[in-house]
């Protein structure tokens, strides 16, 4: 698959590049997607929540009223959970919710993604380019140049720049990531992925990597 490569004005140049069948032109597999998102928002999640039971409440435990002859149910101390401020029964503890997912699945995960994006045309490569300093401005002027302003955009560079980062981190719906970072979320999310030249084989040696 041949994508023409463009300049940051949006204009296409002569180059071309093309895209590994084995990494952009692969039968889909949906469920190695599934299993790799969930595993990608399941590490997102911190796992901190925290109720108290009633092992844990401060109160007394003294028993508040006699066994029989009230009239009403039977009761403990004040910390039962059946009454208001009392422990909860089978509440949040802190846990771990991250889950293993080998190595040839998020492969296949990451392929199956790219793939999708490819059939729909949503890829793009754009010529390397540098910021002389961080310009959210310029970052702006390039989507725009682009037309992805009003859409989820992926920016994948082939290594960290430090002022192409600083320049659009703070822009809605764009986010810029390295070509060893790119994940099937990210790429799921967006609906355009612009790669810079230089990062389209750092992403197929990596994926292609045994």
Known sequence: ME???????GEATSKKVNLS???????????????DVKSYLAN?????????????ISGSS??????????????????????????RVF??????????????????????ALSYKAKDNSIAILEDFNFDAPKTKQF???LKALSVADKKTLF????????????????ENSKITTAD???TFDVMNADNIIFVESSISKVENLLNKE
Not at 3 to 9: E, G, Q
Not at 28 to 33: E, F, G, R, V, Y
Not at 44 to 56: A, D, F, L, V, Y
Not at 70 to 80: C, D, L, P, V
């Open 3 to 9: 994508v023409a490569v463009l300049k940051s004005s």
């Open 21 to 35: 069948d084995s990494v952009f032109a692969i039968e889909p597999n949906d469920h190695a997607i599934y299993l």
């Open 140 to 142: 702006v002027a390039l």
């Open 91 to 112: 509440g949040p503890v802190p846990r771990d919710y991250s889950f293993k997912l080998n190595k040839k699945v998020k492969d296949l995960a990451r392929k199956s």
């Open 181 to 183: 970072q790119i994940n």
């Open 156 to 171: 994948v560079l082939a290594e960290a720049n430090k002022n192409v980062v600083l320049s659009g981190r703070n822009i």
């Open 62 to 87: 003294k028993k508040l009223k006699k066994q029989k002859g009230t009239g009403g149910a039977r009761a403990g101390n004040i910390k039962n959970p059946q009454f208001k401020g009392g422990g």
């Open 44 to 56: 997102q999640r911190q796992g901190t929540h925290k109720s108290k039971q009633r092992n844990e």
